[in-house]
Protein backbone atom coordinates (compact mmCIF):
# COMPACT_ATOMS: atom_id res chain seq x y z
CA UNK A 1 0.00 0.00 0.00
CA UNK A 2 1.50 3.31 -0.94
CA UNK A 3 2.29 5.64 1.74
CA UNK A 4 3.99 9.26 1.95
CA UNK A 5 5.74 10.94 4.71
CA UNK A 6 6.90 14.08 5.28
CA UNK A 7 10.23 15.28 7.19
CA UNK A 8 11.45 18.60 7.75
CA UNK A 9 12.15 21.21 10.10
CA UNK A 10 9.07 22.54 12.09
CA UNK A 11 10.81 25.76 12.92
CA UNK A 12 11.49 28.43 10.47
CA UNK A 13 12.89 31.78 10.51
CA UNK A 14 11.54 34.70 8.60
CA UNK A 15 13.34 35.37 5.52
CA UNK A 16 14.61 31.58 5.51
CA UNK A 17 13.95 28.86 3.22
CA UNK A 18 11.16 25.92 4.30
CA UNK A 19 12.67 22.67 2.99
CA UNK A 20 10.52 19.44 3.24
CA UNK A 21 10.98 16.01 1.78
CA UNK A 22 8.24 13.58 0.98
CA UNK A 23 9.70 9.91 1.13
CA UNK A 24 7.37 7.31 -0.90
CA UNK A 25 7.20 3.46 -0.17
CA UNK A 26 4.93 0.90 -1.41
CA UNK A 27 5.02 2.13 -5.03
CA UNK A 28 6.80 3.56 -8.00
CA UNK A 29 7.60 7.17 -7.48
CA UNK A 30 8.61 6.55 -11.57
CA UNK A 31 4.81 5.88 -12.37
CA UNK A 32 3.76 7.77 -15.16
CA UNK A 33 0.44 8.33 -14.36
CA UNK A 34 1.25 10.08 -11.63
CA UNK A 35 1.93 13.04 -10.43
CA UNK A 36 3.90 14.42 -6.85
CA UNK A 37 2.18 17.69 -5.18
CA UNK A 38 2.68 19.40 -2.24
CA UNK A 39 -0.79 21.37 -0.55
CA UNK A 40 -0.74 23.40 2.44
CA UNK A 41 -3.42 24.43 5.21
CA UNK A 42 -2.88 27.48 7.55
CA UNK A 43 -4.10 26.13 10.98
CA UNK A 44 -8.19 26.44 11.09
CA UNK A 45 -8.52 27.43 7.44
CA UNK A 46 -8.94 25.77 4.22
CA UNK A 47 -6.51 23.96 1.48
CA UNK A 48 -3.86 25.27 -0.74
CA UNK A 49 -2.20 23.72 -3.81
CA UNK A 50 1.57 24.95 -3.64
CA UNK A 51 2.30 22.56 -6.96
CA UNK A 52 3.78 19.40 -8.18
CA UNK A 53 6.18 17.22 -9.99
CA UNK A 54 6.04 14.82 -12.80
CA UNK A 55 8.38 11.41 -12.80
CA UNK A 56 10.31 13.25 -15.99
CA UNK A 57 10.45 16.46 -13.82
CA UNK A 58 7.98 18.43 -15.32
CA UNK A 59 6.31 20.85 -12.72
CA UNK A 60 3.36 23.00 -12.03
CA UNK A 61 3.30 25.68 -9.31
CA UNK A 62 0.98 27.94 -8.21
CA UNK A 63 1.02 31.22 -9.65
CA UNK A 64 1.07 33.24 -6.66
CA UNK A 65 4.38 31.41 -5.27
CA UNK A 66 5.46 30.70 -8.01
CA UNK A 67 8.47 32.89 -7.83
CA UNK A 68 9.76 30.98 -3.94
CA UNK A 69 8.97 27.60 -4.91
CA UNK A 70 10.87 24.71 -6.32
CA UNK A 71 9.98 21.27 -6.27
CA UNK A 72 12.48 18.29 -7.03
CA UNK A 73 12.37 14.57 -7.69
CA UNK A 74 15.15 12.15 -6.69
CA UNK A 75 13.51 9.20 -7.79
CA UNK A 76 16.71 7.02 -6.46
CA UNK A 77 15.63 7.58 -3.05
CA UNK A 78 12.06 7.43 -3.83
CA UNK A 79 11.70 10.95 -2.73
CA UNK A 80 10.29 14.45 -3.80
CA UNK A 81 11.14 17.68 -2.44
CA UNK A 82 9.54 21.27 -1.86
CA UNK A 83 11.41 24.62 -0.90
CA UNK A 84 9.74 27.65 -0.41
CA UNK A 85 11.88 30.97 0.04
CA UNK A 86 12.01 34.16 1.54
CA UNK A 87 9.01 32.77 3.90
CA UNK A 88 6.92 35.14 6.36
CA UNK A 89 4.29 34.07 9.04
CA UNK A 90 1.68 33.95 6.42
CA UNK A 91 3.43 30.49 5.60
CA UNK A 92 3.29 29.03 8.84
CA UNK A 93 0.88 25.65 7.99
CA UNK A 94 0.66 21.99 7.89
CA UNK A 95 2.28 20.78 4.87
CA UNK A 96 1.26 17.56 2.75
CA UNK A 97 2.50 15.81 0.29
CA UNK A 98 0.16 13.86 -2.15
CA UNK A 99 0.21 11.62 -5.22
CA UNK A 100 -1.64 13.68 -7.73
CA UNK A 101 -3.32 12.32 -10.94
CA UNK A 102 -4.32 13.57 -13.86
CA UNK A 103 -5.84 10.68 -15.40
CA UNK A 104 -9.13 11.44 -16.38
CA UNK A 105 -9.69 14.50 -13.93
CA UNK A 106 -7.58 16.15 -11.21
CA UNK A 107 -7.33 14.15 -8.12
CA UNK A 108 -4.93 13.55 -4.89
CA UNK A 109 -5.37 10.35 -3.92
CA UNK A 110 -3.09 9.50 -1.51
CA UNK A 111 -1.58 12.02 1.20
CA UNK A 112 1.04 12.32 3.97
CA UNK A 113 0.32 12.93 7.28
CA UNK A 114 1.19 16.40 7.30
CA UNK A 115 4.13 17.90 9.44
CA UNK A 116 3.53 21.78 10.80
CA UNK A 117 5.99 24.33 10.15
CA UNK A 118 5.82 27.51 11.95
CA UNK A 119 7.57 30.85 10.83
CA UNK A 120 9.11 32.51 13.31
CA UNK A 121 12.12 34.10 15.29
CA UNK B 1 -10.67 33.69 -1.41
CA UNK B 2 -11.14 30.12 -2.47
CA UNK B 3 -12.01 29.52 -6.31
CA UNK B 4 -14.32 27.41 -5.41
CA UNK B 5 -17.28 28.53 -3.35
CA UNK B 6 -18.92 26.47 -0.70
CA UNK B 7 -21.23 26.77 2.28
CA UNK B 8 -19.22 27.16 5.80
CA UNK B 9 -21.49 25.01 7.56
CA UNK B 10 -24.32 22.51 6.76
CA UNK B 11 -26.06 20.23 9.40
CA UNK B 12 -28.71 17.87 9.55
CA UNK B 13 -29.83 15.05 12.32
CA UNK B 14 -28.68 11.53 12.23
CA UNK B 15 -30.50 9.21 9.45
CA UNK B 16 -31.01 12.27 7.00
CA UNK B 17 -29.00 13.17 3.81
CA UNK B 18 -27.23 16.35 3.48
CA UNK B 19 -25.88 18.21 0.43
CA UNK B 20 -22.97 20.15 0.04
CA UNK B 21 -22.71 22.48 -3.24
CA UNK B 22 -19.19 23.75 -4.97
CA UNK B 23 -19.69 26.35 -7.26
CA UNK B 24 -17.21 27.64 -9.57
CA UNK B 25 -16.52 28.80 -13.42
CA UNK B 26 -15.98 27.51 -16.88
CA UNK B 27 -12.59 27.59 -16.68
CA UNK B 28 -12.48 25.20 -13.87
CA UNK B 29 -15.70 23.06 -12.69
CA UNK B 30 -17.18 23.87 -16.08
CA UNK B 31 -14.23 21.90 -18.01
CA UNK B 32 -12.57 19.59 -15.83
CA UNK B 33 -13.84 17.08 -13.47
CA UNK B 34 -14.81 17.42 -9.43
CA UNK B 35 -13.31 15.71 -6.59
CA UNK B 36 -14.09 15.87 -2.82
CA UNK B 37 -12.26 15.21 -0.04
CA UNK B 38 -13.01 14.62 3.76
CA UNK B 39 -10.83 15.77 6.83
CA UNK B 40 -10.80 15.17 10.33
CA UNK B 41 -9.92 17.23 12.76
CA UNK B 42 -5.83 16.83 13.06
CA UNK B 43 -5.77 14.13 10.15
CA UNK B 44 -4.92 14.58 6.16
CA UNK B 45 -7.51 15.11 4.18
CA UNK B 46 -9.06 12.10 2.23
CA UNK B 47 -10.26 11.35 -0.87
CA UNK B 48 -13.73 10.95 -0.95
CA UNK B 49 -15.02 11.42 -4.80
CA UNK B 50 -13.30 11.64 -8.25
CA UNK B 51 -14.44 12.32 -11.53
CA UNK B 52 -17.75 14.00 -10.50
CA UNK B 53 -19.08 10.65 -9.08
CA UNK B 54 -16.88 7.90 -8.75
CA UNK B 55 -15.87 7.07 -5.46
CA UNK B 56 -12.01 4.87 -4.23
CA UNK B 57 -12.82 1.51 -2.69
CA UNK B 58 -13.85 1.37 0.76
CA UNK B 59 -16.00 4.66 0.50
CA UNK B 60 -19.81 3.68 1.20
CA UNK B 61 -22.27 4.64 -1.14
CA UNK B 62 -23.80 6.65 0.99
CA UNK B 63 -21.46 9.05 -0.24
CA UNK B 64 -22.60 10.23 -3.95
CA UNK B 65 -21.07 13.27 -6.26
CA UNK B 66 -22.66 15.07 -9.22
CA UNK B 67 -21.77 17.69 -11.46
CA UNK B 68 -24.02 20.17 -13.63
CA UNK B 69 -22.51 23.46 -15.59
CA UNK B 70 -20.26 24.92 -13.19
CA UNK B 71 -21.16 23.45 -9.73
CA UNK B 72 -20.72 20.32 -7.97
CA UNK B 73 -22.88 18.63 -4.99
CA UNK B 74 -21.58 16.39 -2.43
CA UNK B 75 -24.89 13.96 -1.17
CA UNK B 76 -24.43 11.95 2.08
CA UNK B 77 -27.50 10.02 2.88
CA UNK B 78 -28.02 7.90 6.38
CA UNK B 79 -25.88 10.42 8.26
CA UNK B 80 -24.13 9.25 11.08
CA UNK B 81 -22.35 11.23 13.95
CA UNK B 82 -18.98 9.96 12.66
CA UNK B 83 -19.65 12.29 9.14
CA UNK B 84 -18.93 14.76 11.23
CA UNK B 85 -15.93 16.36 9.19
CA UNK B 86 -14.88 19.29 7.09
CA UNK B 87 -15.40 18.56 3.25
CA UNK B 88 -13.73 19.96 0.54
CA UNK B 89 -14.28 19.87 -3.54
CA UNK B 90 -11.28 20.42 -5.84
CA UNK B 91 -10.77 20.58 -9.48
CA UNK B 92 -8.07 21.72 -12.01
CA UNK B 93 -8.30 25.46 -13.28
CA UNK B 94 -6.80 25.48 -16.80
CA UNK B 95 -6.85 29.24 -17.17
CA UNK B 96 -4.22 29.15 -14.26
CA UNK B 97 -2.92 25.84 -14.42
CA UNK B 98 -3.31 25.14 -10.99
CA UNK B 99 -5.21 22.87 -8.55
CA UNK B 100 -7.97 24.83 -6.45
CA UNK B 101 -10.38 23.92 -3.82
CA UNK B 102 -13.09 25.15 -2.26
CA UNK B 103 -12.92 27.03 1.44
CA UNK B 104 -14.40 23.37 2.66
CA UNK B 105 -17.83 22.87 4.99
CA UNK B 106 -18.32 22.24 7.99
CA UNK B 107 -20.82 19.19 8.54
CA UNK B 108 -22.52 18.91 12.19
CA UNK B 109 -24.51 15.51 12.40
CA UNK B 110 -27.38 17.34 14.98
Known amino acids: QLQLQESGPGLVRPSETLSLTCTVS??????????WAWVRQPPGKGLEWIGS???????YYSPSLKSRVTITLDTSKSQFSLQLSSVTAADTAFYYC?????????????WGQGTLVTVSS | QSVLTQPPSVSAAPGQKVTISCSGG????????VSWYQQFPGTAPKLLIY???KRPSGIPDRFSGSKSGTSATLAITGLQTGDEADYYC???????????FGGGTKLTVL
Open chain 2, 51 to 53: DND
Open chain 2, 90 to 100: GTWESRLTKGV
Open chain 1, 26 to 35: GGSINNTDFY
Open chain 1, 53 to 59: ISHSGNT
Open chain 2, 26 to 33: NSNIGNNY
Open chain 1, 98 to 110: TREMFTSGWDLDC
